[in-house]
């Protein structure tokens, strides 16, 4: 099974880290060094393309956003290997997965495409103007405009969207529950907006100073700001803050597992949470900078290093052995 995180690094305009100094790009599994430590969690280091961010997981494949060359790539989870870059399929804002085929957008060129997850072919493609973040639900498709401060819905085989609202200035990311689309803005400095799904009216529910992220995970919403080093808790039902912190590291993405949520961050470190407290159960430095908002697929954590053109699979069972959970 997938679990992947809606977080995104800022894909419209993401902030440099100076590149770190690499020996050698690694593809498979880390030993122990001679001092007796534990080895890095990191098992792999895939050198997929230039400029990863977003990564998305089908049943034998993940697929990463190169945002440095608007294509999108395949990892070979068996071995770690990638693939060369699908043609004819432009991305530079976001990809996701869905049942038998992903979707990627891009920005510039106002396109949205669909493309067969076993084949790589180009099934669909719907111009849309400034398409950005997505939302899958089953043979659906939910996309932010942020140009055009509307939501739109697209569906297999359809040429043309088949709802768009207006949704308020700016919407960027978004999360759905049952009844309702969480919608991020960096309007006015940063608010959440709830876009009602079955009467489509929109409310504003509050101000989150710098917020740009919103994810659906163990049973909350959770919003990050990564500006500013912050995460608020809120209840999905009703969009009340249920608690919130005040972080040492610039969160990039957030996606639970095993009773935990995990946080990406800029500075290189891999952070998993008790979701109730929000309590730090474990920090692992994965040595890499500039994380990308992670995926669990294939028994592992995938993020990536933009900076170094990584992609990285990480062991987090090694984390939990190093914490004594």
């Not at 800029?266 to 994380?291: F, K, N, R």
Request: net charge negative; proline share 6%.
């Amino acid at each position: 099974m997938v679990n992947r995180s809606n977080s995104r690094l800022g894909t419209l305009g993401l902030p440099l880290l100076p590149v770190a100094l690499l020996a050698g790009l690694l593809a498979g599994c880390q030993d122990d060094g001679d001092d007796g430590k534990s080895s890095s969690p990191v098992i792999a280091t895939i050198s997929a393309g230039q400029g990863p961010i977003i990564l998305a997981a089908t049943d034998d494949s993940v697929w990463v956003e190169l945002h440095r060359e608007d294509r999108v790539a395949r990892i070979e989870p068996q071995d770690n290997k990638p693939e060369s870059p699908l043609p004819g399929v432009p991305v530079h804002c976001d990809i996701q997965a869905a049942e038998e085929s992903v979707w990627a957008t891009i920005h510039a060129q106002n396109l949205v495409t669909r493309f067969d997850a076993e084949t790589g072919e180009v099934l669909q493609q719907v111009p849309i103007e400034g398409p950005c973040l997505m939302e899958v639900d089953g043979r659906s498709v939910w996309i932010t405009s942020p140009d055009t401060g509307r939501l739109h819905r697209l569906v297999e085989g359809r040429d043309n969207p088949v709802e768009s609202y207006d949704v308020g200035d700016a919407p960027f990311d978004m999360a759905a529950t049952e009844d309702s689309m969480w919608i991020t803005s960096e309007a006015d400095g940063g608010v959440l907006r709830r876009f009602d799904l079955a009467a489509h009216e929109v409310t504003t529910v509050g101000a989150f100073p710098l917020v740009d992220t919103v994810v659906l995970a163990s049973g909350y919403l959770w919003l990050l700001a990564r500006d500013a080093g912050r995460i608020w808790k809120l209840d999905p039902s009703t969009g009340r803050v249920l608690d919130q912190s005040k972080l040492s590291l610039l969160p990039t993405g957030l996606v639970e597992h095993e009773e935990l949520v995990w946080l990406t961050s800029q500075e290189g470190v891999l952070t998993s949470i008790d979701p109730e407290t929000l309590e730090v159960v474990s920090d692992a430095d994965l040595g890499h900078l500039t994380l990308g908002p992670p995926i669990f697929a294939f028994g592992s954590l995938w993020t990536s290093a933009l900076d170094e053109n990584l992609v990285l699979r990480v062991d987090v069972a090694q984390i939990h052995e190093s914490t004594g959970r």
